[in-house]
């Protein structure tokens, strides 16, 4: 069974950093997976805010163009998440995504909340 787990949210001031992880396991073949992270805040559907292809080409929502950025490494089936100058606005729990065909995984979340 394809289990999906995240890593590295937390409480962080305006204007900083943090990296997320998602780590995969009993994925037979990840890199043929399309990689995707999504946020949701209270009162708010889930949104993507960016994904790695399998073959390696990001796309991200026009909020975080700029300030994030998404990678993969198939060696240690992992995608991360790497966000810089986080706003209040970009508080939110984070869920990692693994799209493939008829696969679709999520990840249990980690909060990220900015705020001073």
């Known amino acids: 069974q394809v289990q999906l787990v995240e890593s590295g949210g937390g409480l962080v001031q305006p204007g900083g950093s943090l990296r997320l992880s998602c780590a995969a396991s009993g994925v037979m073949i990840f890199g043929m997976y399309t990689m995707g992270w999504y946020r949701q805040s209270p009162g708010n559907e889930r949104a993507l805010v960016a994904l790695i292809t399998s073959g390696g080409s990001p796309n991200y929502t026009d909020s975080v163009k700029g300030r994030f950025t998404i990678s993969r490494d198939n060696a240690k089936n992992t995608v991360y998440l790497q966000m810089n100058s986080l706003k209040p606005e970009d508080t939110a729990v984070y869920y990692c995504?693994?799209?493939?065909?008829?696969?679709?995984?999520w990840g249990q979340g980690t909060q990220v909340t900015v705020s001073s």
């Open positions: 995504n693994a799209n493939f065909r008829e696969y679709n995984i």
